[in-house]
């Protein structure tokens, strides 16, 4: 079976440029969560979707926006990049039906502002 | 606020030895905790986790165990691979149907030595 799937791999763009992100989950996963991970930190919650439906937001500007799609699948936005907005994207898929079951997390999208 | 701290930076086991890794938390409302495993270029790995109504989990040569009082949690390899060296995250969820948001301490690079 698929893993969580990440687009694309690598991402390089000017600041005040904007920036999308996708994400499909595994299959059979209704919820998607995307978080930002920066050198020697641990990875930083942005939102969480669950039935297209934003159930969660993180501790991160407006310039970030996201959402899901009928298929589960998702896109983050980010407007005017910062050179502060480098980081790795992950995205992370989970079946929320079930009680404490685990995210899985894709292999993340690196994104360079320069 | 770091609500997650994994004071150690990095730990050196010898193969074939027990690694010890340790994570404390100052939120009370966490009561779902979780270990990754995060490969460079890699997106963290689902290993192990444990509920706040359980004090031990056990898969293979992983061990999890909680210590609710003291706030602490420790994730125990025996016997250690080199394949195990890795950067290990703890994380932790307060659980509430449909909120998935996880926080994570900032990771502890484990490097096993031959």
């Known amino acids: 079976d698929a893993g969580v799937t990440q687009s694309p791999t690598h991402l390089i763009k000017t600041r005040g440029q904007q920036v999308t992100l996708r994400c499909s989950p595994i299959?059979?996963?209704?919820?998607v969560s995307w978080y930002q991970q920066v050198l020697g930190q641990g990875p930083q919650f942005i939102f969480q979707y669950y039935e297209k439906e934003e159930r969660g937001r993180g501790n991160f500007p407006d310039r970030f926006s996201a959402r899901q799609f009928p298929n589960y699948s998702s896109e983050l936005n980010v407007n005017a990049l910062l050179l502060g907005d480098s980081a790795l994207y992950l995205c992370a898929s989970s079946l929320v039906q079930v009680n404490n079951s685990p995210l899985h997390f894709g292999n993340g999208t690196r994104l360079t502002v320069t | 606020d770091q609500q997650v701290k994994q004071n150690s930076p990095s730990l050196s086991v010898q193969e074939g030895r027990i690694s010890i890794l340790n994570c404390d938390y100052t939120n009370s409302m966490f009561d779902y905790f979780l270990w990754y495993k995060k490969y460079p270029a890699e997106g963290p790995t689902f290993l192990i986790s444990?509920?706040?109504?359980?004090d031990k989990n056990e898969d293979g040569r992983f061990t999890v165990f909680l210590n609710k009082s003291a706030k602490h949690l420790s994730l125990h390899i025996v016997p250690s691979q080199p394949g195990d060296s890795a950067v290990y995250f703890c994380?932790?969820?307060?659980?509430?149907?449909?909120?998935?948001?996880?926080?994570f301490g900032t990771g502890t690079r484990l490097t096993i030595i031959p």
């Open positions: 444990i509920s706040s109504i359980k």
């Open positions: 994380a932790a969820r307060a659980s509430n149907f449909g909120n998935e948001k996880l926080t």
């Open positions: 299959s059979g996963h209704k919820s």
